[in-house]
């Protein structure tokens, strides 16, 4: 990039930056040292240092990307590392508008989104395999013991990770509305802590599906360990080549892979899935808000093929199935939780993270964990719990059940 049009990039920087940060103070270092200070004076002052000039249109075009690729390297700084706050920061002022050129760069990505939100079954098992199959021992610096990689529930505010993450569990149960000797088929059942508990503790035969070689393999250990192998089938299988019918169908953090245009497929499948009696219940990740694209950085870095629905992408595709909605519950700041404690348990074993790959991804995997974090605490997204029957007389007509021990 030539002196003449980096100077042109940093004027439509600086532009840009002088409309979207409204509230707040950014003092931003360029590249040649030189220094400029955006925002109202308001609140604590964010230290931002760029030092490679090559980011500044990218800030511009694509400024999600550009701002987690820098950060990663190490080529975009905060004072402090304060992360928590830049992010606290954007999200606020991206809130009361964003600036002219910061939304063009959204319109953009809205208009080409029908292109990039394709999962067909064999792209699926790729996108999976890229973010489940690292190694093993990543996930034991930050996950609980029973690795639930999918928000807890906080029943009380002081709640440990691990007792959060068995109330997720026991809540979820209570919504099947369980009884021994029940068929469940657990769609995406992870390292297979769903499925042990199901089978523990309510006395059902569960069968979990997973597209992760990695997951597949500690799953079937862990079932074997247990004792469980005649209560509990773990197989690496898409859910849509499953043939059999279940009397309860559970997923818990799998939605959010399935992509838009795969959603009336989705629904399809698990109208033939369920038993005519049967209890189904979908936890996803969810914007309260219109639809919007999943982050390029995460989609690229994390989740490849993954897509945060709104509810008005998923409520066309159950309605022209057999299912009915009998409970939509909505989880506000749980996961902004779930994932402040993922993020200190990782950092506080971030150099066992760095002998696994190095100093990058522990910059990409700090930048993930808190992003999302903040995106939540924002109020963009929450969770959606999802209860689908097909009999108005299968679930109690009271929500008093949920919460009974």
Known sequence: MGDMSLGIWRKILDVGLRGFIKTGILHVTWPDMTQTVYGDGSGDQIELAITDPALIRGLITNPDMAMGDGYMSGRITFGNDNLDGFLQLALKNRSLGGGIIFRSSRILRQVTRSFILRNPVGKAQSNVAHHYDLSAKLYDLFLDTDRQYSCAYFTEPDLSLEDAQLAKKRHIARKLCLKPGMRVLDIGCGWGGM????AQEFGVHVTGVTLSEEQHAYAVKRVQDAGLSDKIDIRLQD????????????????FEHVGPRNYGEFFTQ???????EGVALIHTIAFNVRPQLTSPWITKYIFPGGHIPALSEIAPHFEATTLDLSDLEVWRMHYAETLKHWHDRFDERKS????????????MWRYYLKAS???FRSGQQVVFQMQFTRNSETVPLTRDYMYKD
């Open 239 to 254: 859910y849509r080549k499953v043939p059999e019918t279940f009397d309860r169908v559970v997923s818990v953090g799998m």
């Open 352 to 363: 066992e993270a760095e002998d696994l790959y190095d100093e990058t991804f522990v910059r």
């Open 373 to 375: 974090e903040h995106t």
């Open 270 to 276: 698990l109208d033939r899935l369920l038993a005519p």
């Open 195 to 198: 499925a042990l508990t199901l």
